[in-house]
C-alpha cells in the first residue's frame, strides 16, 4: 500500500508514504537485530502491567518526553496518548487471561509506546510500528491515513511482532515473513474480538477498520474473511491485490525489497485458513481457534517455517487437544485445504 502511494501525483501523499516507507524499513532492521541477536535483556520482568507513553513532538527522537505511566489519569489533551495506553493494556490483558502470557515476552516486559513520531517536521509517519522493544505510532497524513494509534487490532497486530519475535522468530522473507504477518493479523483480530466479546460469526475479520480516511474507497487495510477486498481506490494502486488461495500466491524473490517477497500480500492465505478454521469451529475464536494458533506459534514453528508448517503444526496441535477426527480437528484441516495449501 505504502508503495504503491510513493507514486502518487499529489507530493502530500507520495512524501509521507515514501518517507514512512524507508523509516519502517530501518526500524525493520532493529527489530530483526533483536530477534535474531536475542532481546532477553530488553525484558523487565516487574511481573505486573506497566505501560509507559513518550511524545516525541514530531521529531525522530525515542523514546521522547514522557507523558504517561502506569496508573496515571488520562490525558485531557492527547487522544493519541490514551489510544496507546489503553490499548496496549488491553492487549497485555487479552494475552494474560486468556493464554496465561505475561507480556510481550512472557516474563512481564514493560510496554513502552512513542506517540506524534515523525523522521521529520514536515512529512507525517503513516504506520504503526513495533521496533523490538517498543511501539511507535505516527500520526496519519490524513489524507489516507487517520491516527495509528486508533485501532485495537492495529496495536494488537504489531505488539504480536514482540510475541513472534520471543517465541518462533519467523524470518521476515517469503512465507515465513507471510506468517509473521498472518500470526500478527490473528491475534490482532482476537484482541478486538475478545475486547468487545464478539463470538466469530459476529465478527467483522477487518484489519484496520476505520484507519482510512473517508476520502478513500475502502473499509479497512485488510479482510481475513475476503482477502483481496478491503479496498478499491486508485489512490492505493486500485484493488487491494491480497489472495486468500494458494492459486493466486504472489511469487516475488525473497530479496524483493517492495515487501520483502509479498510478506503483507501473501498473508491472507493463513489468514483466511484462520477465519474458515475460527468460523467453522464457532463460538469465541480465541478459546479454541486461538489457543491452537497460539501453541503452534509458541511450541511448534520456528523461524524458517512455511505456510505448510503452520498447516501442520496447526492440524497437530488440534489433534492433540481436541482428539483426532474431532470437530477442532476437522475445521483445521478443512480450512488448510480450502485456501490450497494441503490436500
Not at 233 to 240: E, F, N, S, V
Amino acid at each position: 500500500m505504502l508503495r504503491a502511494l510513493a507514486q502518487h501525483d499529489d507530493d502530500k501523499v507520495s512524501g509521507p508514504a515514501l518517507g514512512s516507507l524507508l523509516v519502517s524499513e530501518r526500524l525493520r532492521g532493529r527489530r530483526d537485530a533483536f530477534t535474531y541477536l536475542g532481546a532477553v535483556t530488553l525484558a523487565n520482568p516487574t511481573g505486573t502491567k506497566r505501560r509507559t507513553i513518550y511524545d516525541a513532538q514530531k521529531q525522530p527522537n525515542l523514546p521522547g518526553k514522557l507523558v504517561r505511566s502506569e496508573n496515571s489519569p488520562k490525558n485531557k489533551k492527547d487522544r493519541f496518548v490514551n489510544e496507546a495506553y489503553d490499548y496496549s493494556g488491553a492487549t497485555y490483558d487479552f494475552y494474560e487471561k486468556v493464554f496465561g502470557r505475561k507480556s510481550i515476552d512472557g516474563k512481564g516486559m514493560r510496554l513502552d509506546s512513542t506517540v506524534h513520531y515523525r523522521e521529520n517536521a514536515t512529512e507525517a509517519y503513516d504506520n504503526a510500528f513495533w521496533d523490538g522493544s517498543q511501539m511507535i505510532y505516527g500520526d496519519g497524513d490524513a489524507v489516507i491515513f487517520d491516527r495509528f494509534t486508533k485501532c485495537l487490532d492495529v496495536v494488537g497486530h504489531e505488539l504480536t511482532h514482540g510475541v513472534t519475535q520471543y517465541e518462533a522468530g519467523l524470518a521476515y522473507h517469503g512465507q515465513s515473513g507471510a506468517l509473521n504477518e498472518s500470526f500478527s493479523d490473528v491475534f490482532g483480530s482476537l484482541v478486538k474480538q475478545w475486547k468487545k466479546g464478539e463470538k466469530a460469526d459476529k465478527a467483522d475479520w477487518l484489519i484496520g477498520a476505520g484507519l482510512l480516511t473517508k476520502k478513500i474507497k475502502g473499509v479497512a487495510l485488510r479482510s481475513m474473511k475476503a482477502p483481496g477486498t478491503a479496498y478499491d481506490d486508485p489512490q492505493l494502486g486500485g484493488k487491494d491485490p491480497q489472495p486468500g488461495h494458494m492459486k493466486d500466491y504472489v511469487k516475488l524473490a525473497d530479496t524483493n525489497a517492495g515487501d520483502s517477497g509479498g510478506v503483507h500480500l501473501n498473508s491472507g492465505i493463513p489468514n483466511h485458513a484462520f477465519y474458515l478454521a475460527a468460523t467453522a469451529i464457532g463460538g469465541f475464536a480465541w478459546e479454541k481457534a486461538g489457543l491452537i494458533w497460539y501453541d503452534a506459534l509458541c511450541n511448534q514453528m520456528r523461524s524458517d517455517s512455511q505456510f505448510s508448517d503452520a498447516a501442520t503444526a496447526t492440524i497437530t496441535v488440534a489433534a492433540n487437544k481436541y482428539g483426532n477426527g474431532s470437530k477442532e480437528h476437522n475445521a483445521v484441516k478443512d480450512a488448510w485445504k480450502t485456501v490450497g495449501v494441503v490436500k
